[in-house]
């Protein structure tokens, strides 16, 4: 058959990078657009652009002093021109598709080396469909996209012994993040186990060494508290380099039990499963990853799946492609090149069955190796999720109403935001995460979190204190602080006289030194009138004691997606827990929703409650459109959580799961809705 002309392979390379950079800039628009960036890292970043091209450079209110305190990313000297065409957090996502989209030239060059173009196309190929790729398209924004073509470049010099271009890209590399170093060491490695001349072993490891010492000596010299934070992840270790070091060589069982932990073996399958786990057969080039593995493999908290669907999987990248180009030529050469007749039978047999004779049989081979990146581009990608959550299935009206609160928010305020909101108010100088305000310090941090005095809007949304109770309760750094950070918001609302100005389901807008417009709950010494008066005890903690319509809201006759009502409890003893309303709407006695919300809107828990005081906690609770209009039955739960996480959606945007709860008493019977 005869072979394309190098031209079109290249045409063939250009279009689909072009198609890659496209595709994700679309649905990176369409998650922004719905406010799906509520992984904070875009916020935080953004942010840091926005102040660097206004002379605050990398300057950070959200992560203060400086975003230089948190990595050393002098990338961003380089992005920001690029930026400054058009200051907008869909433009750092742009760059980022752009950079990860090009990564696919220099592998197709590594693999030209071993390859026929044709096939080699196809290896870069699947680098575009490789899921882990496409999820650090899709996943906030991060500074390790940038340090990939990079690498690839440097590799591509590396192969064809060329020193000085090799040293340059690999100083580029270097400039991403402080932790790339560790990668760029392993350079210096592979040319020791390829006997290469000295240079070869000894800049590349003196040069990732350097430059790490510095930029880490650097970020504790800008931290107030002079030290890298990031480090407490490995703190069941040891509270030193050293003594870390020598806890793992001299008390390996701890180490080997993790190796069998399933989220570590989750995140060792997912990352091979699209290579159909060839890189197994050439593992020499995944030595590239094995400083990068470490870093992963002895934190804290073993992250599993989060390795896959974020940038903590781009470091192993690179190593994964290049095993993946020589498995495949090791397949080549057992095909082209079977062990003669007169070799010993067993020597003949382990040669053809390495997991490589289904392989070398072409057709099935290649089916195989497709099969496996097709599968993981739909089971592991964003791409489907992405498109149903935030395309098919699009709440048109909830996203107006979300985009009406940043219009009520003029441009330079300052303002506490949650975390759905804080991409798009992050072109602003003073900009601050409600969630590190509720704990009261700093991210993995004693440092107290400190808002302006100035602070002018608090931008809320109730269901993310579900989210800092799933986070921070249980943490070893921030669960002594947690229990404090309704006194926090409370104390902040009470001294500043912030009032709600307005309120949308689970979220409201507060405004310094202004009344209410409405309440979010009222604390009664005695029982107050109730329109619906029905009691129905709870357990031996709380009494439910009815509930009121308001704004005219009438059960009977109005149809509409937003419920007004008053519930008001009775506290008939302390209580030690925090428990929350699962709102339930079924027909024909079958649930067709569901949600939680947190009592008195997480601002005034039933921790704080006490015993006799009567409760008015006031929602306006929103149907969303996926309910079809109709008649419904609608019932109130009240749970205590008992296990759950912060995880992630279809959409690679996150959201609290709630896997266990317990249940006070019987549901509340609330009535019929009508929805329209």
Not at 399 to 423: C, G, R
Not at 470 to 478: E, I, T
Request: aromatic share 18%; glycine share 4%; net charge neutral.
């Amino acid at each position: 058959m005869k072979s394309l002309p190098k031209k079109y392979i290249w045409y063939a390379l250009l279009a689909a990078i072009f198609f890659y950079i496209v595709f994700f800039s679309a649905m990176n628009l369409y998650k922004y657009q719905n406010f799906g960036y509520d992984g904070m890292d875009l916020g935080i970043i953004h942010q840091v652009f926005f102040n660097s091209a206004n002379g605050q450079w990398f300057s950070s209110s959200i992560h203060s002093p400086s975003y230089l305190g948190d990595h050393f990313s002098p990338m961003l000297i380089i992005l920001l021109p690029f930026y400054m065409l058009f200051k907008h957090p869909i433009t750092l996502l742009i760059l980022q598709n752009i950079a990860l989209a090009l990564c696919a030239i220099p592998l197709f060059l590594i693999a030209k080396k071993y390859f026929t173009p044709l096939t080699s196309l196809g290896i870069a190929f699947a680098w575009l469909l490789n899921p882990v790729v496409e999820n650090m398209s899709m996943y906030e924004f991060s500074f390790m996209a940038f340090t990939l073509p990079f690498i690839f470049f440097a590799i591509v010099f590396y192969k064809n012994n060329s020193f000085f271009p090799f040293l340059l890209m690999a100083s580029m590399a270097l400039l991403a993040r402080e932790d790339v170093a560790i990668f760029i060491f392993m350079f210096g490695i592979i040319a020791l186990i390829e006997k290469r001349e000295k240079k070869w072993i000894i800049i590349p490891c003196f040069l990732a060494l350097i430059y790490f010492i510095f930029a880490i000596k650097f970020i504790g010299w800008i931290k107030p508290d002079g030290g890298y934070k990031f480090s407490v992840y490995y703190s069941w270790l040891g509270t030193t380099p050293l003594e870390i070091f020598s806890n793992i060589i001299f008390h390996p069982l701890a180490a080997i039990k993790r190796f069998f932990y399933m989220e570590n073996i989750e995140m060792v399958l997912g990352l091979l499963m699209p290579f159909s786990f060839l890189p197994v057969i050439a593992p020499k080039y995944l030595l590239f990853a094995l400083l990068s593995f470490a870093q992963i493999f002895f934190l804290y908290t073993p992250p599993g799946a989060i390795v896959l669907k974020t940038h903590y999987g781009a470091l192993f990248l690179p190593a994964l492609f290049l095993s993946y180009i020589f498995a495949l030529k090791k397949l080549k050469e057992i095909k082209e090149n079977p062990m003669p007749a007169s070799q010993p039978k067993k020597q003949r047999i382990l040669h053809k069955t390495q997991l490589t004779s289904i392989f070398v049989k072409e057709p099935l081979g290649i089916l195989i190796v497709c099969t496996a990146s097709i599968y993981s581009f739909f089971s592991l990608g964003p791409a489907a999720g992405t498109l149903a959550k935030d395309m098919l299935y699009k709440d048109s009206y909830q996203t107006s109403m979300k985009q009406s609160f940043l219009n009520d928010i003029p441009p330079n305020a300052s303002i506490v935001s949650s975390y759905e909101f804080l991409a798009p108010l992050s072109p602003r100088t003073q900009l601050y995460s409600m969630n590190y305000f509720y704990i009261g310090q700093e991210q993995l941090s004693e440092i107290p979190y400190v808002l302006a005095k100035n602070t002018e809007f608090l931008l809320m949304n109730s269901n993310d204190f579900l989210s800092y109770e799933l986070q921070y309760k249980n943490h070893s750094v921030y669960g002594d602080n947690y229990f404090s950070g309704d006194n926090r918001i409370r104390d902040r609302i009470e001294k500043d006289r912030f009032g709600v100005i307005k309120i949308f389901d689970d979220i409201a807008l507060l405004k310094k030194d202004s009344p209410s417009t409405v309440t979010l709950y009222n604390i009664y010494d005695s029982k107050p009138k109730i329109s619906y008066p029905g009691e129905q005890s709870l357990g031996n903690a709380i009494t439910f004691l009815g509930y009121d319509t308001m704004d005219g809201y009438s059960m009977e006759k109005d149809f509409s997606r937003i419920i007004p009502l008053s519930l008001f409890w009775r506290a008939d003893n302390d209580i030690q827990d925090n428990y929350h309303i699962n709102l339930i709407v079924k027909k024909s006695g079958k649930e067709r929703y569901q949600k939680f919300y947190p009592l008195a809107f997480g601002i005034y828990p039933t921790s704080e409650w006490i015993a006799g005081q009567i409760i008015r906690t006031n929602y306006w609770f929103y149907m969303p459109e996926v309910i079809a209009s109709g008649e419904y039955d609608l019932f109130l739960e009240l749970a205590k959580i008992i296990d759950g996480a912060r995880f992630f959606d279809s959409d690679l945007s996150t959201k609290g799961f709630i896997t266990k709860k317990e249940v006070l008493g019987e549901p509340v019977d609330i009535g019929k809705i009508n929805i329209n």
